[in-house]
């Protein structure tokens, strides 16, 4: 079975700080990996995919397949990352879904 | 249109009620989900059309919801005879389905619900 699981469904952080969301994964093959944004009032949308290993917006990730995590970083929180994060895994063609942190960046 | 389209933006309806709620993926998109997300839940997946055809609609949680795709395109999700649990923001995606690197999904805004 495919899980993806996000421990922390609140998280706060001051403004300039680091944050890491957290996201671990279970799943018996070569994993496509994703995480997803959802600003207020916005529709939910891709930020980054591990096969890319791009930086978006100040954002990384990396795929550690020994610890099967997937956590998502930045060094230096804004407060326009305020945001509803999720994690989630593509096996074939179905996606799944953590169920989300919500980060606020306090000013 | 360039994007995921879903309507109603919003639905008020009376608890015993049907309602259906629509969603138009991106053209040429052949794989097509249902989420909904309420507060606190996170995103709860549904269904998951390939085509027209539902390979995943384990995430149903009821016989009251079902859902279906003509044409490979434009997607139904039918509530019959609505509850206050039902009472959620519905999400409908869809993605190329063409395998690996193609598997992006993209959102609609979303149809909220609410049942009195």
């Known amino acids: 079975a495919q899980r993806v699981t996000q421990p922390e469904k609140l998280l706060s952080v001051f403004k300039g700080a680091p944050v890491e969301l957290k996201c671990n994964y279970s799943y018996s093959g070569s994993p496509e990996l994703f995480w997803y944004v959802q600003y207020s009032r916005q529709r939910l949308q891709l930020l980054l995919r591990h096969i890319s290993r791009e930086s978006i917006k100040g954002f990384t990730a990396d795929l550690n397949k020994g610890e099967t995590s997937f956590h998502l970083k930045k060094p230096f929180a804004q407060e326009e990352d305020s945001a509803m994060y999720y994690c989630?895994?593509?096996?074939?063609?179905?996606?799944?879904f953590g169920t989300g942190t919500s980060l606020t960046v306090i000013p | 249109g360039a994007g995921v389209s879903q309507s109603p933006s919003n639905k008020v309806t009376e608890k015993g009620k049907d309602v259906e709620l629509r969603c138009d993926p991106i053209s040429g998109h052949t794989a097509l989900y249902w989420y909904r997300q309420s507060l606190g839940q996170g995103l709860e997946f549904l269904i998951y059309f390939q085509g027209n055809s539902a390979p995943d609609k384990s995430g149903l949680p009821s016989d009251r919801f079902s859902a279906e795709r003509t044409g490979g395109s434009v997607s139904t999700l039918t509530i019959q005879r609505t509850q206050q649990e039902d009472s959620a923001v519905y999400l409908c995606a869809s993605s190329l389905g063409g395998g690996a690197g193609n598997t992006e999904a993209f959102f609609g805004q979303g149809t909220r619900l609410t049942v009195v």
């Open positions: 989630a895994l593509s096996s074939g063609n179905q996606f799944y």
